[in-house]
């Protein structure tokens, strides 16, 4: 059984159509063709598993991480002309790029973070103060920072202007297995091996939110462009939806047979990949933008099946099973009709219970109120964060009371 172990949705429009890659134990990497009859690329490389897949802000490359201790850029084109970056003495983990395409973060198990040039594909510097395997490194929005976690169960925010560690988030109940910036690039979100997804406020060093939702541990997850839901992926084979302005858990899907280990929004956030063990890669559709606040809906059905044309499946599966062609090979599209039933059905159940609304309210009444809870809800987060602010300048200033005093004591002596 070939594991999936990560990919990367990004909508690049490449030969007029969009593409998401994928990666895998099976050491190759694939970008799907979107269009019906059409063809899956396969790029050979690596000598080990593949362990992390992402394409460039701009389109023109594709990084990947791979446990032969290399990372590669990759020409997203038919041949799949590759580059390999050599430099880490154990697994990378992982590959990201800075949001301008011009540096490449990669994470190993060698304990540390290294920081490439993509165009002279150099290494730069290395970022060293973690004490065990590092596996996720991602860039912030602005590219100023990188944020790292370690099995040493802690969390580092890296200056990139000094390359030194400015922050330390320290969880003494588990590790994070991933980590990732909020798209405005003030919050990070961990998914931890003790069960737990927290939202951490890197301003203020503060702990936001914290969302137990899951039976075992959280291997990856993804914020909507918008920053307002993030999604879960956990090895409890279930992928959870968090709406973060009500601190609430919104949807669970099921779909996966095994441990669910990627998950990512597109980059306009009406679709959403997930990735597991079960060498199955789900695309989901969603209708976030379609609907006010509240109204919110996963939609089971997907945007458009891979490799067939009819519209009536209820989702796409990508699942790959023992392909010969060396670059690149037609690709079948495999549903499971059981599996999408169970889905279907237990969704829809879900949703039912959560999206009723309330007998006797006219629809313009409802939708003054949801507007309200939505304002209402923006309004306690904002405050809940200057309060926070508000406390950091009081130590601040009382820190600066205190030492005033002292040197006055300093200068009469």
């Known amino acids: ?121 150099r290494l730069l510097f290395t970022l060293f103060q973690h004490t065990h395997w590092v596996r996720c490194a991602k860039y912030s929005p602005d590219g100023r920072l990188i944020v790292s976690c370690s099995d040493d169960k802690t969390v580092k925010i890296w200056d990139l202007r000094n390359k030194t560690c400015v922050d330390d988030i320290i969880d003494h109940e588990g590790f994070a297995n991933y980590v990732d910036f909020s798209p405005d690039g003030t919050c990070i979100a961990c998914a931890g091996s003790d ?56 949807y669970t899907l099921h779909g996966h047979e095994g441990p669910v280990l990627s998950v990512a929004f597109s980059k306009g956030g009406e679709t959403f990949v997930s990735g597991g063990v079960d060498a199955q890669v789900l695309f989901w559709k969603t209708n976030f933008d379609a609907f006010e606040y509240k109204k919110v809906n996963i939609m089971t059905k997907p945007s458009m099946p891979l490799a067939q044309t009819s519209m009536q499946q209820e989702r796409v599966i990508m699942q790959q ?28 159940k879900y949703i039912a219970h959560t999206m009723d609304e309330p007998v006797g309210i006219s629809p313009v009444l409802t939708n003054a109120l949801e507007h309200i809870v939505e304002q209402l809800d923006v309004l306690t987060l904002t405050v809940s964060i200057l309060e926070q602010r508000l406390t950091l300048t009081e130590d601040k200033l009382k820190e600066c009371l205190e030492n005033q005093e002292k040197l006055l004591l300093s200068v009469r002596d």
């Open 321 to 348: 099973d023992g392909m010969n062609s060396q670059d690149m090979q037609q690709h079948s599209v495999l549903s499971s009709p059981r599996a999408t039933r169970t889905s279907l059905e237990d969704g829809s």
């Open 195 to 250: 069960h737990a997804v927290k939202i951490w406020d890197i301003r203020i060093n503060k702990l936001l939110q914290q969302h137990r939702v899951h039976r075992s541990g959280v291997n990856c997850t993804s914020f909507h462009p918008s920053g307002n839901y993030l999604l879960t992926a956990s090895s409890d084979s279930t992928v959870k939806i968090l709406d973060l302005l009500g601190g609430r858990l919104l």
């Open 1 to 121: 059984m070939i594991c999936v172990v990560s990919w990367i949705f990004h909508n690049v429009e490449l030969y007029n159509y969009f593409l998401p890659a994928t990666s895998s134990l099976d050491r190759f990497l694939m970008i799907w063709n979107l269009k019906p009859n059409t063809k899956a690329f396969r790029f050979v490389g690596h000598l080990e598993g593949v362990t992390s897949v992402q394409f460039s802000p701009d389109g023109n490359l594709l990084a990947s991480a791979s446990q032969d201790r290399t990372a590669r850029l990759w020409i997203p084109c038919i041949h799949g002309e590759s580059t390999p970056l050599k430099g880490h003495t154990s697994a990378v983990r992982s590959v990201n790029f800075s949001y301008d395409s011009q540096f490449l973060a990669t994470a190993s198990n060698d304990k540390s973070v290294k920081v490439w040039s993509v165009y002279s594909q």
